[in-house]
Structure formats: C-alpha cells, structure tokens
C-alpha cells in the first residue's frame, strides 16, 4: 500500500502563490504517472498536472502558465508551485500515484484564494 500525505494548502489572496508538497512512502521511479488533481465544490474532480515517468509533465489549459509540477526524486516527494492564484483555483488539491503497483491518493489539502 502506497501512503501519499499532502501538505502546504491554505488562504491565499488573488494573485498570491503557495506550494503544495505530496510525500510519498515508495520509490517515486517505481510509479508510472503521478498527478495532481483538484476538486470544488459541487463539481467533478479534474486533473492539474500530470508527470509521467519518462515522459514531460502536462497541464490543464486553466493553470498553464501559472502552475509548475516538480518532483525530488531523494525524498520520494512531488511539489506544486502555483502562482498567480484566482478565486477560481479554490479546491481541495489531492495527490495521485499510479502504477503496477495500483492506484493511490493522498487526503488532499485545502487551497483558498479570496481577498
């Protein structure tokens, strides 16, 4: 069983930036994909980033340019940079492990963006 913790959500004013980390208990390199994905209120959970193993990270039209995926492959730890917040980044960010392995999510952190 795969444990991801994510951490670093919290209030942000519009235009402001946070960095939301994903510690994961396996070697990140025995992962296929690993992603993040958010979800708002009364709305179906969407896909922010993806990074796959050997491939380029991809990210939704809405945070391109704003959103930066990374990994530390040391810590087994993937972050998100996000600046340039809006109102609309408002959700509950979860972080996704997928692989041979199977299918995990973290508990998700809580990002706000309101002034």
């Known amino acids: 069983q795969v444990q991801l913790v994510e951490s670093g959500g919290g209030l942000v004013q519009p235009g402001g930036s946070l960095r939301l980390s994903c510690a994961i208990s396996e070697n990140i390199f025995r992962l296929d994909s690993l992603a993040w994905y958010r979800q708002a209120p009364g709305n179906q959970r969407e896909l922010v980033a993806t990074?796959?193993?050997?491939?380029?990270?991809q990210y939704a039209d809405s945070v391109k340019g704003r959103f930066t995926s990374s990994r530390d492959n040391a810590k087994n730890t993937v972050y998100l940079q996000m600046n340039n917040l809006k109102p609309e980044d408002t959700a509950v960010y979860y972080c996704n492990a997928a692989g041979s392995l199977g299918n995990f999510w973290g508990q998700g952190t809580q990002v706000t963006v309101s002034s």
């Open positions: 990074m796959r193993r050997w491939g380029s990270t």
